[in-house]
């Protein structure tokens, strides 16, 4: 993906079974699908279509190309950009200023916000006008660019595509300053991230689920040299019938000042020298899709959320709407060599609970976090909690002195260490400091506090440590900043004696049978999931119920089958420290060892469903 973000696709295909016609239907490369445009333009009346997208589709070469196809038709064409319908600059960006806020590190959600907040209602009846009367002189008239196709104008237009790009694909033009948002006609150079995160992912993943009712063809445009065109017919075959299996995502990695080396070991990722972030499930990550056609699809996982009873059940679907409440990654802690603390180890940090996120930043969850320990080597730990006789008081004045730019050569007469095997969890419930410690492999399993999956860590001492340059692939970087005043005022100062006794789960069999067991870890009443663990030998039996979504991880042996009880056709295949998403509707299931040795599965799910 570049700019130090990178892709794990491999084992990572969903493969489904849809109807022959869907197969068919799809376009792939550009030219065709260029080609197959020009075709639906009627040549006996003026034809009216609307390309409306995501960000960071490249409109510009899209455009170039239809009019070169339109041009070898005969067809004269017109076309006008989408921010021809948006308020003034000026105005957009006043909009936005409530969800930017003066905070360095966070922003205030827009969860009410919808496009038509930053419309011109003159200019659309203007267009709508044009439209509707066919006040233009050319065969063809194109409007094209996010929120051409709001609903006062959906109904003037013969034909709606709708241009899909993933979420992530976003970021680099976003840091390259080339990104063009809504309203502009050109890059903005001011962009800033918060805007896309706290503002404008919610107007366009509004927008986009609105369309998904209204498109006649979704473009697959993460490649603008490799379009791949579905009818609205092959679209919603494949996206509900993706919801009746176990569902997979491309894994994304990045470097970080803890990061360590045992992927390499396990998954070679091209270009990719250091791993510390390694998320392998998360609603604003893709779906590689083998349907059986000519070649797979990119398709982004939150379009799933079109359907949340189905993904999420009904009780996530109605008290928190578009929300995917989970994310689960791995982070890596092998080193070949014995490597000190400060450099194995993550920054100490807590995260939010509900009230805060809702208080501080308009979120409607919390991060409410685990850590499942699936490898240890020789001095493996966890920070967590503070050890009984520190001066606290004294810790975090040292801390805002320090706003890791010198060290605190004493640390650990603070910090509690505490020794890890594989198979311990730590509940890590909002308010509680913590960090993974080095030499062992953690799967974390949390929440997520927000539809645009934003990151809530609030960073209180990491060291005075460089961070990873991935251009220069090494330890120098900037120090990563720290987040003070949100870390100290969401710290609940929780001690050692309470962590040993609340916070080091412990796993209890809550059901038998044959040669497999499940058993569910010990919680505490804040916490909003369970923790449980499969073990089998050749395979073992379980169920969503129709109402908790599971996301289940192989932590010992090779390849698990994940198949439905009631249909055998619906069924992933997932390797080692990879998970699948199993809808709340899939009911009861299956796991198939399929290298015939003992197996772990460990898996999240909510408590109330």
């Known amino acids: 993906m570049g700019l130090g973000i990178y892709e794990g696709r491999k084992n990572n295909e969903n493969h489904i079974n849809v109807s022959d016609s869907t197969k068919k239907s799809v376009t792939f490369d550009t030219d065709k699908v260029i080609a197959q445009i020009t075709k639906l333009i009627k040549s006996d009346k003026k034809t009216k279509i609307a390309f409306d997208g995501w960000y960071g589709v490249h409109w510009s070469e899209i455009m170039d190309l239809i009019s070169s196809a339109c041009k070898l038709k005969g067809l004269s064409l017109e076309m006008i950009s989408a921010d021809y319908i948006f308020r003034s600059r000026q105005e957009i960006k006043s909009y936005k200023k409530r969800f930017i806020t003066n905070d360095p590190a966070f922003g205030w959600e827009n969860l009410d916000g919808v496009i038509e907040d930053i419309i011109d209602t003159k200019k659309v009846h203007d267009l709508k006008k044009k439209l509707v009367k066919d006040e233009y002189d050319s065969d063809v008239l194109f409007v094209y660019g996010s929120g051409c196709a709001i609903d006062d104008l959906i109904e003037s237009y013969d034909i709606i595509f709708y241009f899909d790009k993933l979420v992530q694909y976003v970021l680099p033009q976003m840091w390259s300053k080339t990104l063009v948002p809504l309203g502009f006609d050109g890059a903005d150079s001011e962009y800033d991230w918060k805007e896309y995160y706290y503002c404008d992912y919610h107007l366009l993943f509004k927008h986009k689920l609105y369309l998904i009712d209204k498109f006649d063809y979704y473009i697959d445009a993460l490649d603008v040299q490799d379009l791949k065109l579905l009818p609205k017919s092959a679209y919603d075959d494949i996206v509900t019938t993706l919801l009746k299996y176990p569902i997979k995502e491309i894994e994304v990695y990045q470097g970080g000042p803890w990061g360590a080396y045992r992927f390499k070991q396990i998954e070679e990722i091209e270009g990719l020298e250091c791993n510390a972030w390694h998320t392998l499930m998360s609603s604003d990550l893709s ?20 359907y949340p009873k189905k993904l999420v059940g009904k009780h996530v679907a109605e008290k928190y709407p578009l929300l995917f409440p989970f994310q689960v990654g791995l982070d890596d802690g092998w080193f070949s060599e014995p490597t000190p603390r400060e450099r194995t180890a993550m920054p100490m940090h807590n995260h939010p609970s509900i009230d805060y996120c809702k208080r501080n930043f308009n979120e409607i969850f919390g991060r409410y976090e685990t850590y499942y320990i699936a490898e240890a080597y020789k001095d493996a730990g966890t920070f967590m909690g503070y050890k009984e006789g520190c001066d606290l008081e004294e810790w975090e004045e040292k801390c805002r002195e320090s706003d ?6 004493d640390w650990q007469d603070y910090c509690k260490l505490w020794d890890t095997k ?17 030499n062992q492999m953690v799967l974390e399993m949390d929440t997520c506090p927000a539809i645009a999956c934003n990151e809530y860590s609030f960073f209180i001492h990491d060291f005075a440590r460089k961070t990873w340059n991935d251009s220069k692939k090494e330890m120098s970087g900037k120090p990563m900043r720290m987040h003070l005043d949100h870390g100290f005022n969401n710290e609940h ?8 006794k609340n916070l080091r789960s412990q796993p209890k069999v809550i059901f038998t049978k044959d040669e497999y067991c499940i058993e569910r870890y010990s919680s505490i009443d804040e916490m909003p999931f369970h923790i449980e663990r499969i073990h089998y030998y050749d395979r073992a039996e379980y169920s969503t119920g129709g109402k908790f979504t599971h996301v289940l991880t192989l932590t010992r042996g090779m390849r698990v089958l994940i198949r439905s009880l009631s249909n055998p056709e619906l069924k992933a295949e997932v390797v080692r420290y990879h998970c699948a998403t199993i809808p709340a509707s899939f009911g009861d299931y299956e796991l198939i060892s399929l290298d015939g040795g003992f197996q772990t599965a460990v898996l999240i799910r909510l408590k109330v469903g």
Request: hydrophobic share 40%; no cysteine; net charge negative.
């Open 422 to 438: 594989v198979g311990d969890l730590f509940l890590i419930p909002p308010g509680t400091v913590h960090g993974h410690g080095g």
């Open 404 to 409: 890791n730019l010198k060290e605190i050569p």
């Open 287 to 306: 779906m590689e899709v083998d349907f059986g056609g000519e070649r797979m699809l990119n398709l982004p996982f939150a379009l799933l959320m079109k």
């Open 493 to 500: 100062w929780r001690r050692e004696s309470y962590v040993e």
